[in-house]
């Protein structure tokens, strides 16, 4: 037997798998480990590589000469949703606020803003953590979060030539200069123009993306930020100017690995290089696909910044999601899928004020995520009293919780999903998924489905 331990919820579980199966990738080494990332090397200063990168920018010219004493300044910054724990964010901003006073420029004419797109707004005690106290006390009212729901603070600057609608936040274009601070590149999933046209937008734009088959962490051939190229293009092109962009690909959750300014376009073509090294193609990872793809899920999700879990992002947005790729990568079309987590019946009602209902009312009726889209999309994107929670009371905008929905997608490849360790087997019911005690037992009914051979992947850190 093969012992590994997984992730559990808060804690991990020890597990002992048969000897024929294949550990995939994880946090520490193994002789059955098969990973071929590159690893980016920690930064051994991060404030002197954050100015170097500013002060060395790709494309467009430095901030210092690009702006006059009298000149307004918008400096946007990736939420709390983006898993960046170290200081970037601060080092940034006050890197670009000393390019600023070198010309002259006065914090009274400079804005920072929370990109923070449909997910939900955060008071000032939370972004210190993120920018720091000093920064949120010297800023006060002029550190604002991105409202997509603000009639008064959106311009549509028109649609593509493929027919997307490109809404920006005013401040955008009324600025003679914006500066954006990505604070990671996830994989292919963030960075690019995607931070601007998805965090400082509206679910008008977002709409074209954000489906069922929208979402992607691919890092080559992202159709995603091809939708997102040609809204940056467009919105360049109708304002006249150009975004000021700040890139980073961290090495570890608090340490910078690589970073760059410049343009959007040209930073992204430079972190895409180190990230095609890092992250070789995992549908590659094994030669032969498995019969059963066994991983632990983390009571963990961007979407649970300052915030608390609940079923659906346990079950389907981390286990089906963020950590679901790992079921096409390693898994034959079929393949039985085991998530280790105890997954209680937990809802956080201030900050996921929309998804109990999801839960209650849309999954019960269908778990097709395109139907999903279909039948209830549009009534919880436009949802009054949530919307106005999402304004005024720290929640995700209402068409977040529809969103969550859409890896129930990967089980048009997988033919069932074990939930092992539940602690109410009725919660992963809910959805369909089969509850049992533990992985071991699972793996018991998997090979009565596949046979007493069947192959077995394992990803001890999934996460990793």
Not at 75 to 93: H, K, M, W, Y
Not at 109 to 136: Q, W, Y
Not at 203 to 217: E, L, V
Not at 376 to 386: K, L, M, V
Request: glycine share 8%; hydrophobic share 40%; charged share 25%.
């Amino acid at each position: 037997m093969v012992t590994q331990i997984l992730p559990y919820g808060d804690a991990t579980v020890t597990v002992e798998l048969p000897d024929r199966a294949r550990i995939v990738g994880g946090s520490g080494p193994s002789r059955r480990s098969e990973n071929g990332s590159a690893a980016v090397t920690p930064s051994a200063n991060q404030a002197r590589d954050v100015r170097d990168a500013i002060e060395h920018p790709l494309g467009l010219p430095r901030i210092r000469d690009s702006v006059s004493p009298s000149s307004t300044v918008l400096i946007a910054f990736d939420d709390l949703t983006v898993s960046s724990f170290g200081p970037v964010r601060r080092l940034s901003i006050e890197t670009v606020l000393a390019e600023l006073a070198e010309t002259g420029v006065p914090d009274d004419n400079v804005t920072l803003m929370c990109a923070n797109a449909l997910h939900r707004k955060f008071p000032h005690d939370e972004l210190a953590s993120a920018i720091g106290d000093e920064l949120v006390q010297r800023f006060g009212d002029r550190l604002i979060c991105h409202d997509a729901e603000d009639p008064d603070a959106i311009l549509n600057v028109g649609t593509t030539a493929s027919g997307y609608d490109v809404d920006i936040h005013r401040l955008v274009a009324e600025s003679d200069l914006t500066v954006y601070v990505n604070a990671q590149c996830h994989r292919g999933f963030a960075g690019g123009w995607k931070s601007v046209a998805v965090g400082l937008s509206t679910w008008r734009s977002i709409r074209h993306t954000h489906t069922p088959d929208g979402m992607s962490m691919s890092v080559r051939h992202n159709r995603m930020h091809e939708v997102y190229d040609e809204q940056g293009r467009l919105l360049e092109q109708q304002l006249g100017k150009r975004i000021f962009k700040i890139e980073t690909i961290l090495a570890n959750p608090t340490t910078v690995g690589r970073i760059w300014a410049g343009g959007v376009d040209e930073t992204r073509t430079a972190a895409l290089e180190v990230l095609e090294q890092r992250h070789p193609p995992r549908r590659g990872v094994l030669t032969e696909k498995a019969d059963v793809v066994v991983y632990g899920v983390p009571n963990w999700s961007p979407y649970a910044a300052f915030a608390g879990m609940n079923p659906i992002l346990t079950l389907i947005s981390s286990g089906l999601g963020y950590l679901g790729g790992y079921i096409e990568a390693l898994g034959k079309p079929g393949c039985s899928v085991i998530l280790a987590t105890p997954c209680p019946e937990e809802w956080d009602r201030e900050h996921h004020a929309a998804y109990p209902e999801v839960w209650d009312r849309v999954l019960p009726v269908t778990r097709d995520p395109y139907e999903i889209t279909e039948r209830f999309g549009e009534e919880f994107a436009t949802h009054p009293d949530y919307i106005e929670r999402y304004r005024h009371a720290y929640a995700f905008h209402p068409v977040h919780a529809i969103l969550a929905t859409h890896p129930l997608k990967r089980l048009r490849h997988a033919g069932r999903v074990f939930v092992a360790g539940a602690v109410d087997p009725k919660v992963p019911e809910h959805i369909g998924f089969i509850p049992v005690r533990t992985v071991e037992d699972a793996i018991k009914e998997a090979e009565r489905i596949h046979g007493a051979d069947c192959s077995i992947a394992c990803v001890p850190n999934a996460m990793g």
